[in-house]
């Protein structure tokens, strides 16, 4: 059982930029960010796999970056140029086994920590 906890949330200006982080308990062999903001479904931000291959949403890219490191067991995601939009309660979550990687089925999931862009 691999456990995630979220940090670095927060109230932040459109334009400004914040840094979420989430430290798990065990290695894992993917992690990714994921949002759901109010009445919305739950989306996928960005994902990064073993070898450091990255992938983002539409939405996000060229404004996201997703980094790991994996000395810490960390997972980063560094938001810029936010946007009221971006508005969500951010969750962090990983798997262990590479098949549910691929599929982006991830057994793990933190609490969330909540973005506000105003």
């Known amino acids: 059982h691999v456990q995630l906890v979220e940090s670095g949330g927060g109230l932040v200006q459109a334009g400004g930029s914040l840094r979420l982080s989430c430290a798990a308990s065990?290695?894992?062999?993917?992690m990714g960010w994921f949002r759901q903001a109010p009445g919305k479904e739950r989306e996928r931000v960005a994902s990064?796999?073993?070898?450091?291959?990255?992938s983002y949403a539409d939405s996000v890219k060229g404004r996201f970056t997703i980094s790991k490191d994996n000395a810490k067991n960390t997972l980063y995601l560094q938001m810029n140029s936010l946007k009221p939009e971006d508005t969500a309660m951010y969750y962090c979550?990983?798997?262990?086994?590479?098949?549910?990687?691929?599929?982006?089925?991830?057994?793990?999931w933190g609490q969330g920590t909540q973005v506000t862009v105003s």
């Open positions: 979550a990983a798997d262990v086994f590479p098949l549910r990687c691929v599929l982006r089925n991830y057994n793990y």
């Open positions: 065990a290695s894992t062999y993917c």
């Open positions: 990064i796999d073993s070898a450091g291959s990255t």
